[in-house]
């Protein structure tokens, strides 16, 4: 080794230059081949999965971002259908109807003389249950108690409507009233009806 560095100090002034330039560029290269590339690599390759881990969460951002749209559109439906059910209930429920078609009967000023339960009948997707009525009152008492059904929750049509004779009463001047108030209920799938058409 001794011998090899007087050699060298014996070369000329550019010789040893040339010498330490080469020097640097093989240790300069060796680095860059053994240290520098192996990390540039290790860049690249977090820096890809970086990309891919952000790619990731965006896609999973958006699934839950989504989901909870879904489920409140989801809500929104459920509340709508509950809504639907009440207008056009499951069940045939008259009992309760009868009841709140006395009770207006009854804040409207008639009498109620007939209320007769008809046979349902099915249509596509529902069953249209009828109840003949007959009523005595004056008229606008009438008018008065087919505005308030039609507020009414659950759906009532009034059809087939008959004004009787008037006659005077007490002053006034009373209408014997036929009609029918038609109900509906939603046909459940599978769900069949009794004799009397009751679920």
């Known amino acids: 080794m001794e011998q090899f560095l007087e050699r060298i100090n014996k070369l000329p002034i550019a010789a040893k230059a040339g010498i330490i330039v080469g020097v640097i560029v093989l240790v300069t290269g060796a680095n860059y081949f053994l240290f520098v590339e192996a990390v540039e690599s290790q860049i690249v390759s977090e820096t890809a999965r970086g990309g891919t881990l952000d790619q990731t ?7 839950a ?3 909870i749209e879904r489920r409140r ?3 929104q439906l459920e509340q709508r259908l509950q809504e639907a059910l009440t207008e056009l209930p499951e069940r045939k429920d008259l009992d309760e109807l009868l009841a709140q078609l006395n009770d207006v009967g009854r804040k409207s000023g008639l009498e109620l003389t007939r209320v007769t339960p008809g046979v349902e009948a099915s ?4 069953f249209r249950i009828p109840i003949n009525m007959t009523v005595k009152g004056e008229y606008h008492e009438l008018a008065l108690f087919m505005q308030e059904v039609s507020q009414l929750k659950r759906i009532v049509n009034v059809n087939n409507i008959k ?3 008037p006659t005077e009463k007490n002053g006034k001047v009373v209408l014997a009233s036929e009609f029918q108030a038609t109900t509906f209920r939603f046909a459940t799938p599978g769900a069949k009806t009794g004799k009397d ?3």
């Open 123 to 126: 249509e596509n997707f529902y």
């Open 73 to 75: 559109e989801m809500d």
């Open 65 to 67: 971002d989504n989901l």
């Open 163 to 165: 004004l009787g004779t």
């Open 197 to 199: 058409g009751s679920k």
């Open 57 to 63: 969460y965006a896609e999973k951002k958006e699934i």
